[in-house]
């Protein structure tokens, strides 16, 4: 990897981590921890549900450990906006935050989904709170959401209804420090939210429920593919708008100056558009972003793992030649860009469910077009 031109004085980036290593204790200064960090090594029936149930209902479990007869209380339908992009103060936002339609009941009705909240505990100790989405199939698709956002963001709401209207369940959920879910929120915490979905999937596949494929957007597309780059026991992947360059884009949220306030403070605090406190960016958390090694992830997907990279000609956030550069390393690959779309699909949503939905499904041709390769 290869460091921008405005760290070159300070950091000194590390060669491709070592999957197998885990990540050393905490560095004293960035430029030593840059040289020795790398990533931790491991870690039905169809039902209609009426207009007076359009209710979530809260399922505790471990996912260490599952028994004992879960307790079951409802609790409302609720519906957050998606995350703000939080800049630095005195630079203007790039996006605002927009409200988001809740699922309606006739919807519900019509595509016989319910609905439920699965709190799942991750090695960790901390509580991971998500949405099923039960539409009757056997397997099922996990979404993750993207850098600061939720599992009620747009883009993960608008993929879940998608999903559900052809009788695939869906799980969403909140990564450990965001929406629901324990924590504190770290910024980088690439393998760290790695570890989160895989104590997501193991808890599933405790419950003889195959899961399917695995769907990230954004942040959340790195986070996928990290995972089967490091396991491979899911064999459809599917990453939206994920970034390549984790270089790039820091400054955007820190600001132009924040190398020389991480050397003078030790940290960077990133306030919203409105000028209040949002998050510590500490020297710790941004070592995990530079190390990350997306090009040393992509080499390490099986060949048999079927990877979709999907993205908006015109993202702002993250720009289309990243998509291309997924598409070069990964063997089993497919690429598709939506024109005129942004980073999260505001007007194209429904043209990345068909996408994603086509994936994920493949047609009769495309089963016997793969069974023979691998006969």
Not at 11 to 25: D, G, H, I, K, R
Request: with cysteine.
């Amino acid at each position: 990897m290869v460091a921008p031109s405005s760290l070159h004085a300070t950091l000194a980036l590390p060669p491709p981590s070592n999957y197998a290593s885990s990540l050393s204790a905490k560095p004293q200064s960035l430029s030593s921890a840059l040289r020795c960090s790398s990533p931790p090594a491991s870690l039905r029936s169809r039902a209609p549900v009426a207009v007076e149930e359009a209710f979530r209902f809260e399922l505790t479990l471990d996912a260490t450990e599952v028994d004992g007869k879960p307790a079951v209380a409802p609790i409302p339908l609720d519906v957050n906006a998606e995350a703000d992009k939080f800049i630095f103060s005195g630079e203007s936002a790039g996006f605002l935050k927009s409200p988001i339609a809740q699922i309606s009941s006739s919807q519900i009705e019509v595509s016989s989904v319910s609905q439920q909240k699965v709190v799942i505990r991750n090695t960790h100790g901390e509580n991971l709170v998500g949405i099923l989405h039960e539409a009757g199939s056997g397997e099922l698709v996990i979404l993750c959401h993207g850098f600061r956002s939720s599992k009620e963001s747009k883009t993960i709401m608008n993929l879940a209804d998608a999903l559900g209207s052809e009788n695939v369940s869906v799980f969403r959920f909140d990564f450990a420090g965001n929406g629901d879910s324990d924590g504190s929120f770290q910024y980088g915490n690439y393998w760290r939210e790695v570890e989160d979905l895989r104590d997501i999937i193991q808890y599933f596949s405790r419950q003889n429920r195959g899961v399917h494929a695995i769907v990230g957007h954004s942040k959340g597309g790195n986070v996928v593919l990290l995972y089967a780059s490091k396991f491979h026991d899911i064999s459809t992947i599917v990453n939206i708008s994920g970034r390549f360059n984790l270089e790039r884009g820091i400054d955007d949220r820190l600001g132009k100056d924040f190398m020389e306030r991480m050397k003078r403070d030790g940290f960077v605090d990133v306030m919203d558009k409105m000028g209040r406190f949002a998050y510590r960016v500490t020297e710790q958390s941004l070592i995990d972003r530079l190390s990350t090694d997306m090009h040393a992830a992509c080499l390490s997907i099986d060949k048999n793992c079927r990877v979709l990279t999907v993205h908006g000609s015109e993202d702002d956030i993250v720009p289309p030649e990243d998509a291309s550069k997924f598409d070069k390393l990964i063997m089993n690959h497919k690429l598709h860009i939506i024109e005129g779309a942004d980073h999260r699909f505001i007007s194209h949503q429904f043209h990345l469910g068909r996408i994603l939905l086509e994936f994920i499904r493949p047609s009769q041709d495309e089963d016997g077009a793969a069974a023979k390769e691998q006969a």
